[in-house]
């Protein structure tokens, strides 16, 4: 099974700044990675797949990066309403598809 | 526009079962791969199953093997999970989700709102 393992836990940031998420595979997942946005009382969000790709609608100050096992989810300058949880997950060791224990984006 | 929508959720025993349907519509459900993700209260996201949009494969976590049997009905564009044996780890928030692929090197791209299963006595 590829562990997949994000960091930090919480991420304190001020609305403005940028912020940057990192996921990181055991084994090699290429670009097979995606990173999804989920706040409170709602579903998850597919925000970035192919590690760089955004979704459709998801606004340009969202960024992904990385290949293998390194991967980084950025997002420039946050906004009011990207405070929540981040959840990376790879889809190229399967079965079983897994996912990141998740980062919290808080304000500061 | 692409809409998932679970029922079936609800208070049980331990032991006991629960059928999950979800409802989809917006897009030509047999073309794809569909997957049920669940996340316990508090936790992160757990995959649980999914099933092939074409040749009926499926697959199953080892935490559900054996228990959790996942179906759908093309001609209904509905998903199901039947759950026997329920556990109190069961107990958690199922998402219905949307492979972006016919098959599983693919993301999650519509995801449902959740159906609560809680197990206990």
């Known amino acids: 099974e590829t562990v997949v393992t994000q960091s930090p836990a919480t991420l304190s940031v001020s609305p403005g700044e940028r912020a940057t998420l990192s996921c990181r595979a055991s084994q090699s997942v290429s670009s097979n990675l995606a990173w999804y946005q989920q706040k409170p009382g709602q579903a998850p969000r597919l925000l970035i797949y192919?590690?760089?790709t955004r979704a459709t609608g998801i606004p340009a100050r969202f960024s992904g990066s990385g290949s293998g096992t390194e991967f980084t989810l950025t997002i420039s300058s946050l906004q009011s309403e990207d405070f929540a949880v981040y959840y990376c997950?790879?889809?190229?060791?399967?079965?079983?598809?897994?996912f990141g224990q998740g980062t919290k984006v808080e304000i500061k | 526009e692409e809409q998932l929508l679970e029922s079936g959720g609800g208070l049980v025993q331990p032991g006991g079962s629960l059928r999950l349907s979800c409802a989809a519509s917006g897009f030509t459900f047999s073309n794809y791969a569909m997957s049920w993700v669940r996340q316990a209260p508090g936790k992160g996201m757990e995959w649980v199953s999914v099933?092939?949009?074409?040749?009926?494969?499926?697959y199953y976590a080892d935490s559900v093997k054996g228990r959790f049997t996942i179906s759908r009905d093309n001609s209904m564009n509905t998903l199901y999970l039947q759950m026997n044996s329920l556990r109190a780890e069961d107990t958690a928030i199922y998402y219905c989700?949307?492979?972006?692929?016919?098959?599983?090197?693919?993301?999650?791209?519509?995801w449902g709102q959740g159906t609560l299963v809680t197990v206990s006595s």
């Open positions: 099933f092939s949009g074409s040749g009926g494969s499926t």
């Open positions: 997950q790879q889809y190229n060791n399967w079965p079983p598809w897994t």
């Open positions: 989700a949307k492979n972006k692929g016919t098959w599983g090197s693919s993301p999650l791209d519509y």
């Open positions: 192919g590690a760089s």
